[in-house]
């Protein structure tokens, strides 16, 4: 759930999404989630109001499914039912686990879905389609470094006009990039070294573990019968995933560590958006309707009846 807003004062008429990167001579972005978890609510409150106009739909009329990492806290699950709720008049309400919501966009309901986000990666596994909630592992690290990262190794390396968005634009494509001055970056061992920091995270001291270091240690917490299975489908999702290689190379380390375990690393046809095509066949199932939280159940039960409905007990 990542929104990017231009920030001007009272946020009236200000530029949501792709319209404020692209505008020019902005004074700052609003990142209104940051590291999974919402810092700003009128600026996400602002995004929602963008999204039902550029959909052209009435959240009154509708069934609202909203997708947040496994670990959040409760006070933010409050404040998005209140919204959804008391601002938008929503008919129904469903909270759902990204990660949960990736694995179904597979066609299964068994496995270890890596999920790199903006801000913060998960390792969440899965059993018989419900989160193992006590061995999820968090780590602060997610597209926003690697594109933070990207900037400071192309600076070092003599682009001093790049910003971040370019360099945004230079870790997507991973090639030669035209600045608008008409200067020219050569991207070398850049492109290699960015992802790197998953596998090295003392390169740049944002992580203390590894990637794979962290997908083993959350496999070995569950129960010694779910391990081998687990090992198995381990799926990578995000926009940050798709570097060329990362699959592989991952595999290769998580398969040094787990000695004894076939290791198989997998990706959905959509790493992207895996988590929006869960989000659809989820929604288009009748076993979701009884989970549903209407208005009345959140005026009866409140956080306690979203949450139990949802499945976001925490631990």
Not at 127 to 153: C, H, K, S, W
Request: with cysteine; net charge neutral.
């Amino acid at each position: 759930m990542l929104a990017r807003v231009l920030a001007k004062p009272g946020y009236t008429g200000q530029l949501v999404g792709r319209e404020a990167l692209e505008s020019s001579g902005v004074e700052s972005l609003i990142y209104p989630v940051q590291r999974g978890i919402v810092k700003d609510w009128d600026a996400m409150e602002l995004i929602f109001h963008n999204i039902f106009e550029g959909l052209k739909v009435q959240p009154k009329d509708r069934c609202i499914m909203l997708s947040l990492n496994v670990r959040i806290p409760d006070a933010m699950i409050e404040e998005l039912s209140q919204m959804m709720f008391k601002t938008f008049c929503a008919s129904a309400l469903f909270i759902a686990k990204s990660a949960v919501l990736s694995l179904y966009a597979t066609g299964h309901l068994d496995g270890v879905v890596v999920q790199i986000g903006d801000g913060i990666t998960s390792i969440v596994p899965i059993n018989q389609g419900y989160a193992v909630n006590e061995n999820v592992i968090e780590l602060p690290i997610g597209g926003r470094d690697f594109t933070e990262y990207m900037m400071q190794l192309l600076r070092d390396n003599g682009s001093k006009d790049i910003d971040l968005q370019n360099a945004k634009d230079v870790k997507e494509r991973l090639c030669y990039f035209q600045l608008g001055n008409g200067k020219s970056a050569m991207i070398g061992k850049e492109k290699f070294l960015v992802p790197e920091l998953f596998f090295k995270p003392d390169m740049a001291k944002i992580v203390a573990v590894s990637l794979q270091e962290s997908i083993v240690n959350s496999v070995m917490k569950c129960d010694a019968s779910l391990r081998a299975n687990l090992f198995k489908k381990i799926f990578l999702t995000g926009g940050s995933a798709q570097f060329p290689g990362f699959k592989d190379r991952l595999q290769q380390e998580v398969s040094r560590l787990a000695t004894g375990f076939e290791v198989n690393v997998l990706t959905p046809p959509d790493q992207k958006n895996s988590a929006w095509t869960g989000g659809v066949i989820l929604g288009a199932l009748d076993t979701v309707k009884p989970l549903l939280v209407n208005k009345g159940d959140y005026e009866k039960g409140g956080l306690s009846t979203v949450k139990e409905k949802c499945f976001f007990s925490q631990v």
